[in-house]
């Protein structure tokens, strides 16, 4: 096997008795290590039955899964469990257990020492942005749907596997939580490099979550297995098509960052050194600036006819901000225009500081941006104003 290989479907089929046809029949799939693959498909298809037999919570009626050239039914169930972190879309957390607790239940039953599984849990917990001081010792129904959610890809975490298993982990939570919780697993799969299956039926989220995207008919039969781009560019044929559905040069969206397009800077006020504010918006270029706190959070948009008609008086003046994070779609980005009075979403870091503005005219530039014009040197793209993240310091942006 190539050593890059993470995990190999073989031939695997699953038959139940009474059932004259194969939930599972014949999948064959080859996964790279490092990879977000996403399984896609009606529902009844097969495709939570196929990330199942990897985990072994369901047996294969024939064929081989191997994971890192290992045949997984070669290995103890239970630890072969242990070595694979899984997410649910109901999260499971065991509700009479603290959320360190929960944290660490796979380290426990690795053997680890106290002092290590606490370490670890604290470790995790911050990397999923719930300070350890605050929710370490909180039970899981003291804690909102993304924040169990969060818990959950923790405790996934714990034990460092090689290999995660995530069975529609967003899909109980509203929308603004989802975009959010997607964005810092996003952010998390930089660092970690995990290789992931990832089931959901929502197209939407298998462009923004996948490197590669499995389209499955009846029984997992593989429609297409391809990448995002290449999904949206050529459909194999008219099943795929129509579950990509209407939009596809909108969809098209989903696949770029905000932090791969520069990003404009607009006059900032802050609301502890106001004086002068409305002079300063006056010289500016543009026709809104944003106030900020003493951390420089956005606050408000406001215009000269806010500070006109209420002079000195700042810290609600104007209109609220929709804020976007480097690791949000375009799509993400072009809502909060359409939101935005002035037309522009702001970008904010892990600890919502401004950190810059991107605009309608900057989107519809990377909307018709085409793979031809990229220039081969590696240099940002003058006319399209499209750079990778790497390619842009900070002064850039």
Known sequence: MNRDVMIDLQ???????????????????????????????????????????????????????????TDVTALDGNDLRRQIGYVIQQVGLFPHMSVATNVGLVPKMLGWDRKRIEARADELLHLVGLDPAIYR?????????????????????AADPPVMLMDEPFGATDPMTRDRLQNEFLRLQEQLRKTIVFVTHDFDEAIKMGTRIAVLG??????QFDTPENLLA?????????????????KQLDLRRVDAIRWEDVPLIRLDKSNGAKRQLDQAEGSAALTVDADNRPLHWVSSHDLTSRPGVLDDAGQAVTT????????????AMLASRDGAAVVVDEQGRYAGTVTLDGLMQVIHHTPEDEPGSGVPDQRSGVATAAELTPEQR
């Open 11 to 69: 031939q695997v089929s699953k038959f139940y008795r009474g059932q004259k046809a194969p939930v599972v029949e014949n999948m064959s799939m080859t996964i790279q290590q490092g990879e977000i693959i996403v399984l896609v498909g009606p529902s009844g298809c097969g495709k939570t039955t196929t990330m199942k037999m990897i985990n072994r919570l369901i047996e294969p009626s024939s064929g081989r899964i191997l994971i890192d050239g």
């Open 234 to 250: 050529s459909p194999a044929d008219s099943t795929v098509a129509q579950f990509i559905g209407r939009g596809a040069r909108l």
């Open 324 to 335: 976007v994070e480097p690791e949000a779609t375009l799509r993400d980005a072009l809502d």
């Open 137 to 157: 010792n909180r039970l899981p129904r003291q804690l909102s749907g993304g924040q169990q959610q969060r818990v959950g890809v923790a405790r996934a975490l």
């Open 218 to 223: 009846e029984r997992s039969k593989i429609r």
